[in-house]
Structures are given as C-alpha cells and as structure tokens.
C-alpha cells in the first residue's frame, strides 16, 4: 500500500502523542487498507481503492467512528461535510487535544449524542427525500 506524504506526517504525529499502532490490515488488491492507532482514543486510517479516510473512536464505544468533518463541526468550526485527506489530516493535527478533550468521561456521553446529531443533520442535507 502506497502512503501519502500528508498521510505519513499523520503517522508520525499519531505516533509523536503517544498512540501505538494496534493493526495494519493490507486490503483486496485495490490498494486498500487500514491502519489503526490507540492510547485513551482511537484512530483508524483507511485507504479505500486509493481515497484515504482518518477516522477517531472512543475507546469505550469502539465501533462508532466519527470523521474529522463531524468532529470538527462539534468544535465549533464548520465547512464542508467531505473533506479530502489533506484537510482531514490538518484538522486532527492542529485540533488533536481538543477532540481528545470530547471523548474524556465526563462529557463523552453528551458529545457521542452531539455526533450523532450533527451525523443525522448531514444525512438529511444529502438525501433530502428520505427525510420528509
């Protein structure tokens, strides 16, 4: 699996606070992938036949996985709702403590119901017809 420059320094950061790498999964041939990192959070780096995705979980809900788009919506910042690796990357990197800070037990619940809110809001934007 070829690794983006912009992914690489995502790598290098993840590893720089502290996460370990727990998987490296080689896809199908497509060049896909996926590589997962943890300590207190989880980040999952997905190459999907050449698109790559950074995701992040709460430990404590380890099959909710939110992309940076949402999480920086529940920041308080907003743009678009896809973003291309590029950007994902800058927002993990320049808001890592703050999305720390969201999955920390004392408001992890109140944020998980805020994503899935803001998760529900975006699928209403992009499949309107389904929401009448």
């Excluded at 995701?55 to 999480?71: G, I, K, T």
């Amino acid at each position: 699996m070829e690794i983006p420059e912009h992914i690489r320094q995502v790598i290098g950061f993840l590893e720089s606070v502290g996460l370990s790498r727990k998987a490296m999964v080689k896809g199908n041939g497509f060049g896909s992938g996926v590589i997962t990192y943890q300590n207190g959070v989880r980040v999952r780096i997905v190459n999907d036949r050449g698109d790559w995705f950074i995701e992040v979980s709460d430990l404590r809900q380890p099959n909710e996985w939110y992309d940076l788009a949402l999480l920086r919506d529940l920041l308080g910042d907003s743009g678009p709702d896809v973003l291309g690796a590029p950007e994902q990357a800058a927002i993990l990197t320049s808001r890592w403590d703050a999305i720390c800070s969201v999955f920390e037990p004392a408001c992890a619940a109140e944020s998980h119901r805020r994503l899935q809110r803001l998760r529900e809001e975006r699928a209403k934007r992009w499949f309107p017809t389904w929401y009448k």
